[in-house]
Nanobody
Framework: QVRLVESGGGLVQPGGSTRLSCAAS????????LGWYRQAPGKERELVAT???????TYQDSVKGRFTISRDNVENTVSLDMNDLQPDDTAVYYC????????????????WGQGTLVTVSS
């Protein structure tokens, strides 16, 4: 079974920065995509950024230029550096992965982390 464990988050002042990290563990065969989603109070979960094993990276428009996603294909980790944080960035941030694992290495599954809260407030 594959697990995603997140760390980071907390209270940040407007204009501040913080970093989220996520580590994948378990019987991983192919960790195709690692990414971050977020869910603000009263809103639907939305994509923040994704990083594919081959190097492709995507961002939600509202975070372009402020957030940077990076992954380590050896350690199976992904990080999200968030700068110039604004109150609208307040949300629970979830690590997300698309992967295959042993013994069924042909079937892709989606795995979620437990979420970590980022609150942007003065």
């Amino acid at each position: 079974q594959v697990r995603l464990v997140e760390s980071g988050g907390g209270l940040v002042q407007p204009g501040g920065s913080t970093r989220l990290s996520c580590a994948a563990s378990g019987n991983i065969f192919n960790l195709s995509m690692l990414g971050w989603y977020r869910q603000a109070p009263g809103k639907e979960r939305e994509l923040v950024a994704t990083a594919y094993k081959g190097g492709e990276i995507t961002y939600q428009d509202s975070v372009k230029g402020r957030f940077t996603i990076s992954r380590d294909n050896v350690e199976n980790t992904v990080s999200l550096d968030m700068n110039d944080l604004q109150p609208d960035d307040t949300a629970v941030y979830y690590c997300n992965a698309m992967l295959t694992s042993y013994p069924d290495v042909m079937t892709y599954v989606e795995v979620w982390g437990q979420g970590t809260l980022v609150t942007v407030s003065s």
